[in-house]
């Protein structure tokens, strides 16, 4: 997908915490907040069920960490 540039207001301490994160792991601050927001989003998730059916084991794997997931 197209990426587009985006302005974002965050405080000192979560902007300062997102630089140091990215550059341990050798990313740009972008590539971490697109992670970051995909991972909260879910989309990783949504993607790895799109690309094909689940196997039994693995569908309810995923079942189980959704139900653990939502009751904190």
């Known amino acids: 997908m197209a ?3 985006t302005t ?3 405080e000192e301490e979560v902007l300062r915490a997102a630089k140091v994160r ?3 792991l050798g990313l740009r601050e972008s590539e971490l907040v697109e ?3 995909r ?3 879910g989309l990783e998730r949504l993607e790895a069920l799109l690309k094909g059916p ?3 084991e693995e569908a309810l794997k995923l079942a189980y ?3 653990h997931a ?3």
């Open 3 to 5: 990426r587009r540039k």
């Open 8 to 10: 974002l207001y965050l």
């Open 22 to 24: 990215a550059a341990s």
């Open 35 to 37: 992670r970051a927001l």
């Open 39 to 41: 991972h909260y989003l």
């Open 54 to 56: 689940l196997s039994e």
């Open 65 to 67: 960490q959704e139900l």
């Open 70 to 72: 939502s009751r904190g």
